[in-house]
């Protein structure tokens, strides 16, 4: 499966898996930059519905960013979309 668009957080330019293989830096080359992804492909690769998504950053549940008028979730904080499953031993 492909990976969704990502985005620089400096300057919002696409960039695919292959450009960032080595991290790209902040103008200043002080810090490097974080990829950001839109609701509706981490909606397509099945973090929920971008709706959903959107109401949890509104609620200050989800830490997102705002792009222009366009919700984004930084790569780091995608651990936070994912909830642990144990199996239930007893059921096998």
Avoid: W
């Avoid at 919002?12 to 200043?28: F, K, N, Q, R, W």
């Amino acid at each position: 499966m492909d990976h969704p668009t990502a985005f620089t957080s400096a300057d919002a330019t696409p960039c695919t898996a292959e450009a960032s293989a080595s991290p790209a830096t902040s103008a200043s080359g002080d810090f490097p930059l974080e990829r950001l992804y839109a609701l509706s492909d981490l909606a397509e690769y099945g973090y929920g519905s971008a709706q959903n998504l959107r109401l949890r950053i509104l609620a200050g549940k989800l830490p997102g960013v705002r792009v222009g008028s366009v919700y984004k979730i930084r790569e780091s904080d995608l651990h936070l979309l994912a909830v642990p499953v144990v199996p239930n031993v007893e059921a096998a």
